[in-house]
């Protein structure tokens, strides 16, 4: 978290335009002090900021993290952040798991559902610990919820000239839910005569992910299946230390995290890839209108792998902290180099 921090000021005094901070404790330390997640008044006070920057949260110290998913889902939840956006982009060759594959092949986004589905803890236990135990977890869609997502995919693909959007979900087996989705989305593609819509089962997705990632745009999808997916998306870009996302809803504060959790394994050992929460920074800076600093961190990761400057996930010979050094000071140099086609650049 703090080599992202430094590569903020790093970019911020490139252009000269500082960046406030303000840290708040929450996490599994906090919580096992005060036994508290999010305190009271903690969505109002957060709702002041330009953008929220979340380290990864999870603690083996805490019994089945309760405190993550409170925070995590609070936060998503509290702030009606229904947007998750994952762009799912390959920045150097070397790192990408399927043979013959290059950056132009991987250059998509997935827009997840954020605020419902699976997701919001509806649902219950009868006979818990019997034999004749049911649990029940619900999912949950509403028109308005799947609506905005579709609308926010399509919108996104015509802002950055994107010709496609695909949408993603399971019609075939849920017959409620998804069929939901399926009346929604197409009725919300024939708003955006330019954009070709199409649809695929999200099992069918995950094959193509794989076999061909190329033909993908802009994707979007259900919460938990978005989940599943921009892990193998993350995958696709060198791993979960690369993966980068955004929690968003247009015209508010938004919230930027790493896609990958807090790897306890690797806690206090200095071998974890900041790279996926360094370039969740740059969609932040991105977000807030700070499209030259963006790209000024993005191109010093760019540089990093260029030059095998890495942590050992992917190949190089630095710990977490030279990585983070080595993004600040190629910042400050202002890295040159090709930016991708339209990332970070151009506003998820
Ligand atoms: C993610 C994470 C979270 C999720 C976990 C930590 C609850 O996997 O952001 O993808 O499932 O949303
Ligand atoms: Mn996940």
């Known amino acids: 978290m703090s080599r992202t921090v430094v590569a903020l000021h790093a970019a911020a005094s490139v252009t000269g335009r500082a960046i406030a901070f303000e840290e708040f404790p929450y996490g599994a330390e906090h919580f096992l002090k005060t036994k508290e997640t999010l305190p009271g008044g903690a969505l109002e006070r957060l709702r002041a900021f330009d953008a929220i920057l979340l380290g990864a949260l999870g603690d083996p110290r805490v019994p089945d993290n309760r405190h ?127 954009i070709e819509a199409s649809h695929m089962y999200v099992d069918a997705l995950a094959m193509q992910m794989v076999r061909d990632p190329a033909q993908f745009e802009v994707v979007v999808t259900c919460n938990m299946f978005g989940d599943i997916l921009t892990d193998l998306g993350a995958a696709l870009q060198g791993g979960l230390g690369m993966a980068a996302s955004a929690n968003l809803h247009p015209g508010r504060t938004g919230l930027f995290e790493p896609v990958h959790g807090s790897a306890p394994k690797h806690a206090g050992r200095n071998v974890a890839n900041p790279m996926g929460a360094i370039l969740s920074a740059a969609l932040l800076l991105e977000q807030i209108g700070r499209a030259e600093e963006a790209g000024l961190v993005e191109r010093a990761v760019v540089g990093c792998l260029r030059d095998g400057r890495t942590t050992r996930d992917l190949g190089g010979p630095l710990g977490t902290l030279e990585v983070g050094r080595e993004v600040g000071r190629r910042i400050l140099a202002g890295e040159p180099g090709a930016r991708g086609a339209d990332s970070p650049g151009g506003r998820p």
């Open 68 to 194: 993550a998913a409170d925070i995590l889902f609070g936060l998503r939840f509290g702030l009606d952040l229904y947007v998750n956006y994952r762009p799912i982009r390959l920045l150097d060759d070397r790192l990408c798991p399927l043979k013959g594959r290059t950056a132009r092949d991987i250059d998509f986004v997935i827009f997840r559902e954020n605020t419902e589905g699976l997701y919001v803890g509806v649902g219950g236990f009868f006979k818990k610990g019997s034999a004749d135990e049911i649990a029940v977890q619900e999912e949950i869609n509403t028109r308005k919820g799947v609506e905005r997502i579709c609308r926010h995919a399509f919108e996104h693909a015509r802002r950055l000239g994107r010709r496609k959007v695909l949408m993603a979900d399971k019609s075939n087996a849920l017959t409620f839910g998804h069929d939901l989705w399926q009346r929604t989305f197409w009725e919300v593609s024939r708003e955006y005569a330019g």
